[in-house]
């Protein structure tokens, strides 16, 4: 996610709960060799990658969410949070969105506003589509091409609406040239020049270069249309006006949120969506552990966040209800990075004498175990992103022979930088992430086995983008290495590590290529992809970009993440789905019973 992209926070809000090594070995058992299937719950992972009880679903009743965060932003331009832009397919459309799908046919994307995906031509830089009939606000008035250009272009008025996703931005006006619909002088403030509404139902995207990901960008939920008079700007996120079947009732930020059905939705109109239930709300808790009891009491359906249950609910779910529970792969990969502006991580042998040094087990162990924590990470390409290999590829033999570390690979590696007594750095970590003050002590403890003395510097968690995102910032204080995680936008190699390893995006503030990598291969691999039209090809530049990222040694990896996440028994044709990085795709949720 560009200069807007703010790592860790994005797509997901972060599991905050410490993880204690005595409640791993019952997470690690699972309480038993039964699925735990009882009182009307689909078994355990029997909604991971594939749909629990689809046929039990009705028509009616409250869908009752619970979260420990609020949504950075329901405005549909400014939300970053995965959990936010999955809840936005409510109350928003778009020309194109990601199918209601299992696993990996899930991140495909199929049309929704549109009569049908997108016709592309000169070369892969012109996309046309056509609106199809009856599509309406709540209000009743049809959605036109214009109000689908608009909502597009407030992506450009970060002054006013800071955050979210800028890959239109990007991808349309490269230069920069437009200035947003508010400073647009354009009598009809629809002034930005790369597209073309012709008609009220016909709307023409013409890109300067050719991006192989345009339509995937499209499906995000910043390419919503917004109509002009509704547009409330900073205060749209209060009462976003809705082209969904639901609309909002009321909202208190913080505290609790109500959708109900938008009568003006047509059925017909909407290939995606089902509208099961009547009613839709979100209570939001302080505390993660109320949130869990709460969930295994059977007052709240599901959790907003889809971060996983924290250590004292997990274990109680695991022990006593492992039926509603699915242990997906997140997307997201944690990991250790290296600023190569900090010394001696300027030279690759003394970032290899991290990778070498670590205990990997132990790390794994901090993050939640193999169920709660995640596989062993052996590299930086998630599990969704076509081109990824998995703990196939395991260039420093993280997960095999090197998984509890290796101090004399480590010690080569400290002679070959110039450092064969070791030498002293900074840890820098976020002080509101528990998991990850834990993974950065594993590492400490480790790194000082082979003579690398790791200080641990832990950091306003809310202040990312300017400590961690400020290069300056991170040479000052000496941080050697930054723990940080991150999942992809899109599951594409562009929407994963475009903002991380690209030396485009090495920005003075909001910065997310710590490692500061420039590499003129990485670099034209990237703009390689992008002119890529070929499935195919674009895997295998994909996995070629992995390869030399790895090589640099500007990464430790720590695990492929993975959640234990809770489904009430009252819910039906449930499902995880690699769109939004195996959270439950909420918009077809149903229930069992109309009551």
Same mark, same amino acid.
């Given at each position: 996610?560009?200069?807007?992209?703010?790592?860790?926070?994005?797509?997901?809000?972060?599991?905050?709960?410490?993880?204690?090594?005595?409640?791993?070995?019952?997470?690690?058992?699972?309480?038993?060799?039964?699925?735990?299937?009882?009182?009307?719950?689909?078994?355990?992972?029997?909604?991971?990658?594939?749909?629990?009880?689809?046929?039990?679903?009705?028509?009616?009743?409250?869908?009752?969410?619970?979260?420990?965060?609020?949504?950075?932003?329901?405005?549909?331009?400014?939300?970053?949070?995965?959990?936010?832009?999955?809840?936005?397919?409510?109350?928003?459309?778009?020309?194109?969105?990601?199918?209601?799908?299992?696993?990996?046919?899930?991140?495909?994307?199929?049309?929704?506003?549109?009569?049908?995906?997108?016709?592309?031509?000169?070369?892969?830089?012109?996309?046309?589509?056509?609106?199809?009939?009856?599509?309406?606000?709540?209000?009743?008035?049809?959605?036109?091409?214009?109000?689908?250009?608009?909502?597009?272009?407030?992506?450009?008025?970060?002054?006013?609406?800071?955050?979210?996703?800028?890959?239109?931005?990007?991808?349309?006006?490269?230069?920069?040239?437009?200035?947003?619909?508010?400073?647009?002088?354009?009598?009809?403030?629809?002034?930005?020049?790369?597209?073309?509404?012709?008609?009220?139902?016909?709307?023409?995207?013409?890109?300067?270069?050719?991006?192989?990901?345009?339509?995937?960008?499209?499906?995000?939920?910043?390419?919503?249309?917004?109509?002009?008079?509704?547009?409330?700007?900073?205060?749209?996120?209060?009462?976003?006006?809705?082209?969904?079947?639901?609309?909002?009732?009321?909202?208190?930020?913080?505290?609790?949120?109500?959708?109900?059905?938008?009568?003006?939705?047509?059925?017909?109109?909407?290939?995606?969506?089902?509208?099961?239930?009547?009613?839709?709300?979100?209570?939001?808790?302080?505390?993660?552990?109320?949130?869990?009891?709460?969930?295994?009491?059977?007052?709240?359906?599901?959790?907003?966040?889809?971060?996983?249950?924290?250590?004292?609910?997990?274990?109680?779910?695991?022990?006593?209800?492992?039926?509603?529970?699915?242990?997906?792969?997140?997307?997201?990969?944690?990991?250790?990075?290296?600023?190569?502006?900090?010394?001696?991580?300027?030279?690759?042998?003394?970032?290899?004498?991290?990778?070498?040094?670590?205990?990997?087990?132990?790390?794994?162990?901090?993050?939640?175990?193999?169920?709660?924590?995640?596989?062993?990470?052996?590299?930086?390409?998630?599990?969704?992103?076509?081109? *990824? %290999?998995?703990?196939? !590829? @395991?260039?420093? $033999?993280?997960? &095999?022979?090197?998984?509890?570390?290796?101090?004399? /690979?480590? #010690?080569?590696?400290?002679?070959?930088?110039?450092?064969?007594?070791?030498?002293?750095?900074?840890?820098?970590?976020?002080?509101?992430?528990?998991?990850?003050?834990?993974?950065?002590?594993?590492?400490?403890?480790?790194?000082?086995?082979?003579?690398?003395? *790791? %200080?641990?510097?832990? !950091? @306003?968690?809310? $202040?990312?983008? &300017?400590?961690?995102?400020?290069?300056?910032?991170? /040479?000052? #204080?000496?941080?050697?290495?930054?723990?940080?995680?991150?999942?992809?936008?899109?599951?594409?190699?562009?929407?994963?590590?475009?903002?991380?390893?690209?030396?485009?995006?090495?920005?003075?503030?909001?910065?997310?290529?710590?490692?500061?990598?420039?590499?003129?291969?990485?670099?034209?691999?990237?703009?390689?992809?992008?002119?890529?039209?070929?499935?195919?090809?674009?895997?295998?530049?994909?996995?070629?970009?992995?390869?030399?990222?790895?090589?640099?040694?500007?990464?430790?990896?720590?695990?492929?993440?993975?959640?234990?996440?809770?489904?009430?028994?009252?819910?039906?044709?449930?499902?995880?789905?690699?769109?939004?990085?195996?959270?439950?795709?909420?918009?077809?949720?149903?229930?069992?019973?109309?009551?």
């Amino acid at each position: 996610m560009t200069t807007q992209r703010t790592s860790g926070r994005r797509k997901q809000a972060l599991a905050a709960a410490a993880v204690v090594a005595g409640l791993l070995t019952t997470a690690a058992c699972g309480g038993g060799d039964s699925d735990g299937s009882k009182n009307g719950a689909a078994g355990f992972d029997a909604a991971n990658n594939k749909v629990a009880q689809a046929s039990l679903a009705k028509k009616g009743g409250t869908l009752k969410f619970g979260g420990a965060q609020d949504a950075d932003s329901w405005d549909t331009t400014r939300g970053y949070y995965g959990f936010a832009w999955n809840f936005m397919r409510y109350y928003s459309r778009q020309l194109v969105t990601n199918k209601t799908s299992a696993g990996a046919d899930g991140a495909k994307v199929t049309p929704d506003l549109a009569t049908g995906l997108a016709k592309i031509t000169d070369g892969g830089k012109t996309y046309t589509y056509t609106l199809r009939d009856g599509v309406t606000w709540e209000d009743g008035k049809p959605i036109t091409s214009k109000d689908v250009k608009y909502g597009i272009e407030r992506v450009w008025a970060q002054d006013v609406l800071s955050g979210g996703p800028t890959y239109l931005k990007d991808f349309l006006d490269p230069d920069g040239k437009y200035q947003g619909p508010y400073k647009d002088k354009s009598a009809d403030h629809l002034g930005l020049k790369a597209i073309d509404t012709p008609d009220d139902k016909t709307i023409v995207f013409h890109l300067p270069k050719a991006n192989a990901d345009f339509e995937e960008v499209l499906a995000l939920t910043s390419a919503s249309p917004v109509r002009q008079d509704k547009d409330t700007k900073a205060k749209y996120t209060l009462h976003p006006f809705s082209s969904g079947p639901y609309k909002f009732a009321s909202y208190s930020p913080g505290k609790d949120l109500t959708l109900v059905r938008n009568d003006a939705w047509k059925q017909s109109s909407d290939p995606v969506r089902k509208a099961y239930p009547d009613k839709i709300t979100v209570k939001f808790f302080s505390n993660a552990n109320d949130l869990d009891q709460r969930l295994i009491n059977g007052d709240i359906d599901l959790d907003l966040n889809q971060t996983g249950m924290s250590p004292q609910g997990r274990t109680v779910a695991l022990k006593q209800h492992k039926g509603n529970l699915d242990n997906p792969v997140s997307g997201y990969i944690r990991y250790a990075v290296f600023p190569q502006s900090v010394k001696p991580f300027d030279n690759v042998h003394c970032r290899n004498a991290v990778i070498y040094g670590a205990d990997h087990v132990s790390l794994q162990t901090a993050r939640g175990g193999p169920v709660a924590g995640g596989d062993i990470g052996t590299n930086m390409l998630p599990p969704s992103v076509p081109g *990824a %290999e998995g703990q196939k !590829y @395991d260039p420093f $033999q993280i997960a &095999g022979a090197n998984k509890n570390g290796n101090a004399a /690979k480590a #010690k080569e590696e400290l002679k070959a930088c110039g450092k064969a007594d070791g030498f002293s750095t900074t840890i820098a970590v976020r002080n509101n992430k528990p998991v990850e003050v834990a993974t950065a002590q594993s590492l400490q403890a480790s790194l000082a086995k082979v003579g690398i003395k *790791a %200080e641990i510097d832990q !950091y @306003d968690g809310s $202040q990312t983008p &300017g400590i961690i995102g400020s290069p300056s910032n991170v /040479k000052k #204080k000496g941080y050697g290495i930054i723990i940080m995680g991150w999942g992809p936008d899109f599951p594409t190699v562009q929407g994963f590590g475009l903002p991380l390893w690209d030396s485009k995006y090495i920005s003075q503030s909001g910065n997310n290529n710590y490692a500061l990598i420039k590499d003129k291969k990485i670099d034209g691999l990237f703009d390689q992809y992008v002119n890529t039209l070929d499935a195919g090809k674009k895997t295998e530049i994909a996995t070629e970009i992995n390869h030399k990222v790895m090589e640099g040694g500007y990464y430790l990896p720590f695990t492929f993440e993975k959640f234990i996440n809770w489904r009430s028994d009252r819910l039906a044709n449930v499902y995880t789905t690699d769109a939004y990085s195996g959270m439950y795709d909420f918009v077809n949720l149903g229930l069992k019973s109309s009551k």
